[in-house]
């Protein structure tokens, strides 16, 4: 039986807000969504990697305004938004990381690009900025990505928005034709940070990682807690070594965040197209495509997404 | 049987200089060990934790002109200094890691501020540097820093330290009578690297892990190929699920590590008091305290380390 080229992603485990409290959230979210997971099918579809395909999803993510990721990340706590992600192919072990850049809507293209680049897997800071725009990323006035963040703004005009939650990270992975892996992930990181905070969604073993022998895993939530587990590799050594199937393995690993006071999710993918989506949080934005079937997607806590 | 408290101490994995290519290598690196071994275990003699015996031994690490850390680091390729650190606490798994500080010489003391500070687990370029600044942390003028990195030099006089290696990361490990671990990691990283890049000694889960009830990890070389196989949490994994014993997941993810291509080298010690010192390079500073006992220190490749 062939397995079909399978294709995950979501958009941030956290108190989803209700249709009363933020009308505009479930479609803006589901529309991301939506057109995240066109993305990544018109990669797999086309033949293409499983690395593409998660960073092609991302890329819509990042530019959907419902989540904390690219334009709608959130901002601060001296008011900037600053951006961070990271993605790894499961075959290579390849990775590319960026934290903390500013003025580049699309962090996962600049991590895509240090991936590519080889000299190094993770850049910080004005360095990590400065080699954006050296490999051509698109650059955007910082002003724009504040602007466009949620909470208090200047203008009553914005009112609604200052309603809506803030969300969470974005991330994808996927399964190729050929069998292989990725993952990626991106976030504006939490609201009101401080300035240089490095999220987990940067930090490969953390939020994010990949290997074709197990699994491939996007987490978000409460960054800290997923550092100081290492929660993506921890999934993947349970599979490794200690003989968990990939939800258990996910679950046993949410535990361990919550052991710690932490809360978030997670999805995760393996070779033969298995998936999981837990999250300990009132609900996480998700998404699954199985190349040659209807996309399904779930935004509010009470949707239920048959895998 | 009362196990000791115990430190190891290393100053970086690579090609040691011999005697008759650098005469003051082997001194300067001896005398560096056994300052780090004694600043720990005054700690740990007078019944300190851990976490503070590993910061004050790295801090003598960072002073130490023979090592790539704090003074003595290399610089990055605008001829810059920029230093990295994390350390971790094996009994409730907090972390401090810093990235890109510029004008600190003793990024370990910013780690463990961020560490005490509980807001994050990491912060990377000018805001972690800002954040070191507002904790006390000492400041020393950058320029200082650039006039102690190994390499070519503008004065003549200098012309002896241009031909010493440039050393590599510094690092400690230590067991405490209560029992609790933790473990600490300070680099210059590679040299001649670009502005913003993280090391794996600043990634928690790569160089740097602790975990009372499996081990406590500092781990040196080629950076990128430790992030890329989160060497220090993949140690841990097999501990915990893939029954190895100490020595034996050390040297299964350093040749997981070799696999990529990429060589280094780490210490390692567990609850009962078991070390381990694999390297795949041809040597790497290190030094043994059990507290009670003489200091054992090795430097070049010939000699040995009875532990």
Same mark, same amino acid.
């Given at each position: 039986?062939?397995?079909?080229?399978?294709?995950?992603?979501?958009?941030?485990?956290?108190?989803?807000?209700?249709?009363?409290?933020?009308?505009?959230?479930?479609?803006?979210?589901?529309?991301?969504?939506?057109?995240?997971?066109?993305?990544?099918?018109?990669?797999?579809?086309?033949?293409?990697?499983?690395?593409?395909?998660?960073?092609?999803?991302?890329?819509?993510?990042?530019?959907?305004?419902?989540?904390?990721?690219?334009?709608?990340?959130?901002?601060?706590?001296?008011?900037?938004?600053?951006?961070?992600?990271?993605?790894?192919?499961?075959?290579?072990?390849?990775?590319?990381?960026?934290?903390?850049?500013?003025?580049?809507?699309?962090?996962?293209?600049?991590?895509?690009?240090?991936l590519?680049?080889?000299? *190094?897997?993770?850049?910080?800071?004005?360095?990590?900025?400065?080699?954006?725009?050296?490999a051509?990323?698109?650059?955007?006035?910082?002003?724009?990505l504040?602007?466009?963040?949620p909470?208090?703004?200047?203008?009553?005009?914005?009112?609604?928005?200052?309603?809506?939650?803030?969300?969470?990270?974005?991330?994808?992975?996927?399964?190729?034709?050929?069998?292989?892996?990725?993952?990626?992930?991106?976030?504006?990181?939490?609201? $009101?940070?401080?300035?240089?905070?490095?999220s987990?969604s940067?930090?490969?073993?953390?939020?994010?990682?990949a290997?074709?022998?197990?699994?491939?895993?996007?987490?978000?939530?409460?960054?800290?807690?997923?550092?100081?587990?290492?929660?993506a590799?921890?999934? *993947?050594?349970?599979?490794?070594?200690?003989r968990?199937?990939?939800?258990?393995?996910?679950? $046993?690993?949410?535990?361990?965040?919550?052991?710690?006071?932490? *809360?978030?999710?997670?999805?995760?993918?393996?070779?033969?197209?298995?998936?999981?989506?837990?999250f300990?949080?009132?609900?996480?934005?998700?998404?699954?495509?199985?190349?040659?079937?209807?996309?399904?997607?779930?935004?509010?806590?009470?949707?239920?997404?048959?895998?």
């Amino acid at each position: 039986m062939t397995i079909p080229a399978t294709l995950l992603v979501h958009g941030g485990a956290g108190p989803i807000p209700d249709a009363t409290a933020n009308p505009r959230f479930g479609g803006l979210a589901r529309d991301g969504l939506a057109a995240a997971i066109e993305a990544g099918r018109r990669v797999l579809a086309g033949g293409g990697d499983a690395l593409t395909a998660v960073a092609a999803a991302v890329e819509c993510l990042e530019d959907c305004p419902a989540f904390n990721a690219g334009r709608g990340a959130v901002r601060n706590a001296e008011g900037d938004v600053e951006l961070d992600a990271a993605l790894m192919e499961g075959s290579r072990a390849r990775v590319g990381a960026v934290s903390g850049l500013r003025g580049i809507a699309h962090p996962i293209a600049a991590a895509r690009a240090l991936l590519d680049d080889g000299r *190094h897997v993770m850049l910080a800071g004005a360095g990590a900025e400065a080699f954006a725009r050296r490999a051509g990323i698109e650059t955007i006035d910082p002003q724009l990505l504040i602007d466009a963040a949620p909470g208090e703004r200047a203008s009553a005009a914005d009112a609604e928005s200052a309603a809506r939650w803030p969300g969470d990270t974005v991330g994808a992975v996927a399964l190729d034709a050929s069998g292989a892996l990725a993952a990626a992930t991106s976030t504006g990181g939490t609201i $009101h940070k401080l300035p240089g905070r490095v999220s987990d969604s940067a930090l490969v073993g953390s939020g994010t990682w990949a290997c074709d022998a197990t699994c491939a895993i996007s987490a978000t939530g409460q960054g800290e807690y997923f550092i100081r587990t290492a929660f993506a590799h921890g999934v *993947h050594a349970l599979i490794q070594h200690g003989r968990r199937d990939l939800e258990g393995a996910c679950r $046993h690993m949410l535990s361990e965040v919550e052991a710690l006071g932490g *809360h978030g999710g997670c999805i995760a993918l393996d070779r033969l197209g298995h998936v999981a989506l837990p999250f300990n949080t009132a609900g996480m934005p998700r998404g699954l495509l199985r190349v040659g079937e209807p996309a399904r997607i779930a935004v509010h806590p009470e949707e239920t997404l048959r895998v």
